[in-house]
């Protein structure tokens, strides 16, 4: 048996179906470790929403451990360098810790490699944490390292094993070792939050999970799309810190009805995109497909459209709800997106730096590729389609529900006529015009 482990946390916070954690726990005695990543901290990733769900999730993990004789043991500073400083403090034998696909994380793992190695400290990387299977193991037949259309990897995806979900481990001895200090939300980073964001933690996504699976799931293939009845899981902050375990959640889902398979699907898309940003980390920034877009530079254009000011109700009240709630409609985001890049002709980075200010489910992988996605520099076999904000809303909202709740200027006008205020006499006072025309305004 192990004499001491060391379990770092990243991007899976929580106690269940934890693979990092369950082995870590096999050891006589254990470290639950979450370094402040100094490097991540003064990057985009340090947003004040994701600060503040992070902060909630770190404290819940913490009240789990205690329930199994452990606690969180907390460090700020590089990862590499608060690891090593531990592993020699306590004499352990390994770490472990959760595979991811980023390429910062990549070269997180060779770097801890590479300093615990002579220490004869074993770094253990465990797959099916972050994503349902590991990047590697759904690639094509034709030696390709990853997939660049979705159906087919979809196909694949679905036919792959996976491991039953692990439980809570029960107990944990932790060494001889000071916790440190939880962090608050302004130790992580200042700045204003979003006032209805969701709270993190391992607890709250699983009640989130399981009111959904006891119902709701079964019409999300029917009205995923619809803006009005926010028929959506909502789970995908949970999934990006970890809060939940993509793999459970997959596991629990039955996947021979309608709701359920749409569902899955979705699940799937996550894992297509993580598996594409592992086999080339540059599409975070860089066009997955060149296409040779001239983008224009227009300030002021980008200004109106993050504040929600566009002169499009159904556009605006997407951007609105993004800052309001940290969290944003899957086709309020598709809508927007298109906008700023298909009808304003702005770069797809722009707007993606922007939901990641406010997303607290924004990671580079989904985020940055379902920009390019809606773009026309990533993976869409229709590169050039352009998504009408009136025809959407005519399809999504075709009564305005949605744009009254989030803009609030056209709460008056009944129906669908509040989708085009600008045909109201004069307009409507204190709401911008269209910034732009489409045909049959």
């Known amino acids: 048996m192990v004499g001491v482990g060391i ?34 901290l003064a990057g985009r990733a340090a947003t004040p929403n994701r600060a503040a769900f992070l902060a909630a999730a770190l404290a819940e993990l913490d009240g789990e451990l205690k329930g199994m004789g452990g606690r969180l043991v907390v460090r700020r500073g590089t990862v590499v360098d608060e690891v090593d400083k531990i592993v020699a403090q306590v004499g352990a034998d390994v770490v472990h810790i959760a595979a991811d696909a980023s390429g ?36 094509p037949s034709t030696g390709r390292d990853h997939f660049a259309v979705f159906t087919p990897y979809f196909r694949k995806w679905m036919d792959v094993h996976r491991r039953a979900p692990l439980p809570r481990p029960h107990t944990m001895t932790l060494p001889r070792i000071a916790a ?91 894992d297509f995109h993580h598996q594409l940003l592992a086999a080339r980390p540059a599409v975070a920034w860089k066009d997955y497909h060149d296409r040779s877009i001239r983008w224009r530079e227009d300030p002021r254009a980008v200004e109106a459209w993050s504040e929600g000011r566009t002169g499009y109700p159904i556009v605006d009240a997407g951007m609105r709800q993004l800052r309001a709630e940290g969290w944003m ?16 002709r702005v770069d797809w980075r722009i707007g993606a730096d922007h939901f990641l200010r406010w997303l607290v489910d924004a990671d580079l992988a989904n985020n940055q590729l379902n920009w390019q996605w809606v ?62 025309d489409f045909v049959g305004m």
Not at 105 to 117: D, F, I, P
Not at 225 to 231: C, G, M, Y
Request: charged share 25%.
């Open 7 to 40: 379990v770092l946390f990243t991007r899976d916070l929580r106690v269940r179906d934890n693979p990092a954690l369950a082995a870590g726990c096999r050891a006589e005695k254990v470290v639950p470790l979450f370094v402040l990543d100094d490097t991540i």
């Open 104 to 139: 910062y994380s990549r070269r997180r793992e060779n770097a801890l490699r590479e300093r615990l190695g002579p220490r004869g400290c074993e770094l253990r990387v465990h797959e099916a944490s972050v994503m349902t299977v590991a990047p590697e193991a759904v690639v």
């Open 180 to 270: 440190g200090d939880l962090p608050t939300v302004e130790s992580i980073c200042r700045g204003e939050t979003s006032p209805k964001l969701a709270v993190g933690g391992e607890t709250t996504g699983r009640k989130l999970l399981t009111e959904w699976l006891s119902g709701p799931v079964e019409d999300y293939a029917a009205r995923s799309d619809d803006l009005v009845a926010d028929a959506t899981s909502r789970l995908s902050p949970y999934l990006h810190f970890g809060c939940l375990s993509a793999s459970e959640v997959l596991h629990r889902t039955d996947v021979t009805g309608e709701g359920g398979s749409a569902f899955a699907r979705q699940l799937a898309w996550r």
């Open 329 to 344: 409609h899957g086709r309020a985001r598709l809508i927007a997106a298109s906008f700023l890049t298909k009808s304003l």
């Open 375 to 436: 773009a026309g520099t990533g993976t869409d076999t229709r590169p050039n389609r352009v998504l009408n904000p009136l025809r959407q809303a005519e399809r999504f909202d075709p009564d305005g529900v949605y744009v009254r709740r989030w803009v609030p200027e056209v709460a008056e006008l009944a129906g669908a006529a509040a989708h085009r205020p600008w045909r109201e006499n004069g307009g409507v006072a204190g709401y911008p015009a269209p910034m732009i």
